[in-house]
T-cell receptor, first 113, second 116 residues
Framework: DAGVTQSPTHLIKTRGQHVTLRCSPI?????VSWYQQVLGQGPQFIFQ???????GRGNFPDRFSARQFPNYSSELNVNALLLGDSALYLC????????????FGPGTRLTVT | AQSVAQPEDQVNVAEGNPLTVKCTYS??????LFWYVQYPNRGLQFLLK??????LVKGSYGFEAEFNKSQTSFHLKKPSALVSDSALYFC??????????????FGKGTKLSVIP
């Protein structure tokens, strides 16, 4: 079975621009979570979606938004990019929202110049 | 609020020796505890988890971890380290929120270097 896939792999954007990151979960997984990993730090929770509904939101500004589609894939959108948004963005999927471990994709490396 | 502390930025161990990577946590309610490993330019790989039951949990690649409720710790261990174990290790905790979200809170990570 294919693991979690993310696109694109790398992305370079300019301050003020908008970016959309995409994630496809493991087949059969209905929950998708997004994390931001700044260099030298652990991942920080941004959003969790389950059955197309937002189930959790981390301490991120409203410039960050996400959605989940009927096929359980997900998009993370970031508006008005700042230099500080440069990071590795990780998507994780799990069967549900409970105690299941989350399986991570390879990430999208976003660089904002 | 939940939090995780990994007190060591780096751990060096000789190949063949036992290794320990430390983790302490803070959470209200019962904790769900996880260890993940990250290789350079890669996503995180799940190693093991503690949800309930036996305090010693076994995971992938010969790793194990011991849950200690009184010390709020969940240290990662391996009896004999391999050079290929060299990577960045993250401890994480989750606990249910009111909306039914089990968001993971990660520590800052510990870089493990196994010396041949």
């Amino acid at each position: 079975d294919a693991g979690v896939t993310q696109s694109p792999t790398h992305l370079i954007k300019t301050r003020g621009q908008h970016v959309t990151l995409r994630c496809s979960p493991i087949s059969g997984h209905k929950s998708v979570s997004w994390y931001q990993q700044v260099l030298g730090q652990g991942p920080q929770f941004i959003f969790q979606y389950y059955e197309k509904e937002e189930r959790g939101r981390g301490n991120f500004p409203d410039r960050f938004s996400a959605r989940q589609f009927p096929n359980y894939s997900s998009e993370l959108n970031v508006n008005a990019l700042l230099l500080g948004d440069s990071a590795l963005y990780l998507c994780a999927s799990s069967p549900g929202t409970e105690s299941y471990e989350q399986y991570f994709g390879p990430g999208t490396r976003l660089t904002v110049t | 609020a939940q939090s995780v502390a990994q007190p060591e930025d780096q751990v060096n161990v000789a190949e063949g020796n036992p290794l320990t990577v430390k983790c302490t946590y803070s959470v209200s309610g019962n904790p769900y505890l996880f260890w993940y490993v990250q290789y350079p330019n890669r996503g995180l790989q799940f190693l093991l988890k503690y949800i309930t039951g036996d305090n010693l949990v076994k995971g992938s690649y010969g790793f194990e971890a011991e849950f200690n409720k009184s010390q709020t710790s969940f240290h990662l261990k391996k009896p004999s380290a391999l050079v290929s174990d060299s990577a960045l290790y993250f401890c994480a905790v989750s606990s249910p929120s009111g909306a039914g979200s089990y968001q993971l809170t990660f520590g800052k990570g510990t870089k493990l270097s196994v010396i041949p």
